[in-house]
């Protein structure tokens, strides 16, 4: 490893802080110094990331990856050599109802962020993308690969899409040395409770409808977060520049079925679960074909999807405190704006 000095975007958010917990107790990255900036929007909590915060080798600095003057200033001031990109607006529904945040954050403060890396020779640029990018399959197709054309269905996946596309570009154009990794729905603790999984947990929790879209049938590949997390880290270290990397659970499991589990194992009736109108633009089914980083970066996912859920569940059963600090006043407005006619 010859890296020293990450800079970490949006590491205050779900995958972010898991990554910074699964790297910050590693004997073998004692010696890399683990620089975060978040600029702790709605979804972004510095809770996530108070257990970090006794390592020497961590350090927050609350900000917007949109501000040039301030990346410059943190890649100076910390002789940044490598980055790893998770920033972004993150949910579909959310970019429904206003998708400029997502051109601004997402696309916006990803060319700020490569024009950074470009000016300052970053000898590494990682790229946190999404399977949204491919858009849709039927229900007897192949998983994506990383051939898929990309085709972006929500304002959440054109911004994602367009992201990569700025990626590449800085690749082909100014050699710069990028990786991108696309990745399928994950679920794990600390997830902010907007996204399925969480929300239905905190719904049945305290015995509120759970919303579900459509007919339910709409198909997710999940993957527990840790698993992500070291996806990440192996193609950080050893992906190929220029190349892309499909990170999936091989876990593709229908809605009703989360949500009829999560019920379950909370000894909650189904009689909870109510029928609302679809997301429009729903994309139907989700699936990675995952060989290419197995074969070439020997990786896996390790937690299958009973242990993962039962994981999350205690998670947030044995965290209402961290629950209850979010479900104040914009989650509120956003529950009733989003749930509140259907
Ligand atoms: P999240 O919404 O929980 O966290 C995003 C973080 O980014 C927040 O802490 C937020 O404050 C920060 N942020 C947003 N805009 C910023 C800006 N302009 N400057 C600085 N910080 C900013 O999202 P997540 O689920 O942790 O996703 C992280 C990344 O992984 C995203 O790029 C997302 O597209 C990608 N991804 C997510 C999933 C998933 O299932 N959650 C799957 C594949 C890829
Ligand atoms: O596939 C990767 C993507 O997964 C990430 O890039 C996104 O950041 C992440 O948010 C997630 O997107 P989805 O739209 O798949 O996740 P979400 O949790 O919003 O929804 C999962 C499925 O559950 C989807 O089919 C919509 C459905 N759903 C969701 C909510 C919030 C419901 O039926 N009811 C709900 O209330």
Redesign the pocket.
Known sequence: MNHKNILITGAAGFIGSNFIDYLIYDEEIKDINLIVIDNLSYCGNLNNLSFAEKFSNYKFIKGDICDSALLEKIIQDNNIDSIIHFA?E????RSIMDSTPFLINNVLGTVKLLDVAKKYKISKYLQV????VYGSLGSDDHGFTEKNNITPN?P??AS?AAADHFVMSYYTTHKLNVLITR????YGPKQFP????P??IQNAINNKE?????D?M????WIYVKDHCAAIWKVFNEGEFGEVYNIGGECEKP?IE??KTILKKLGKSEKLIKY?SD?PG??RR?AMDISKIKNQLNWTPKIDFEKGIEATIDWYLNNLEWINDIVSGEYLEYYKK??GEK
Request: hydrophobic share 30%.
């Open positions: 972004a993150s949910h579909v529904d993308s999404t399977d949204e929500s959440y996946s994602k990745c399928s729905n994950n907007e996204k399925l999984i929300l239905m759970l919303p579900v879209y459509g339910g709409n198909v997710r590949d809605n989360i949500v609302v997301r729903h994309d989700y989003q749930y």
